[in-house]
């Protein structure tokens, strides 16, 4: 059964750094485009980043670019988000999942950016 279990989210000063990650079960990891999203309290949810199945493709929302990067790891099912000089808008509770399939979502992991 496809499972995502997110980690890494915290509280953190505005200008700072998080690195989230992401463990997916269940699928052949290898085979599929990956993506991170984020829904903020009371907005939809929206995608961040995706990264190819070789991880030599990446793409970002503007809001993001030149902060985050995504990348992954094909022998350990991982998919992670490296996020630099962070913003109070960047707080949202974050997932991962696969891009072309985006039916099956984890708990997420909350980033909460404040001072």
């Known amino acids: 059964q496809v499972q995502f279990v997110e980690s890494g989210g915290g509280l953190v000063q505005p200008g700072g750094s998080l690195r989230l990650s992401c463990v997916a079960f269940?699928?052949?990891?290898?085979?599929?485009?990956m993506a991170w999203f984020r829904q903020a309290s009371g907005k939809e949810r929206e995608e961040v980043a995706s990264i190819n199945s070789e991880g030599d493709d990446t793409d970002y929302a503007d809001s993001v670019k030149g902060r985050f990067t995504i990348s992954r790891d094909n022998t350990k099912n991982t998919v992670s988000l490296q996020m630099n000089s962070l913003k109070p808008d960047d707080t949202a509770v974050y997932y991962c999942s696969r891009y072309y399939y985006r039916d099956v979502w984890g708990q997420g992991t909350q980033v909460t950016v404040s001072s």
């Open positions: 269940g699928f052949t990891f290898s085979n599929h485009r």
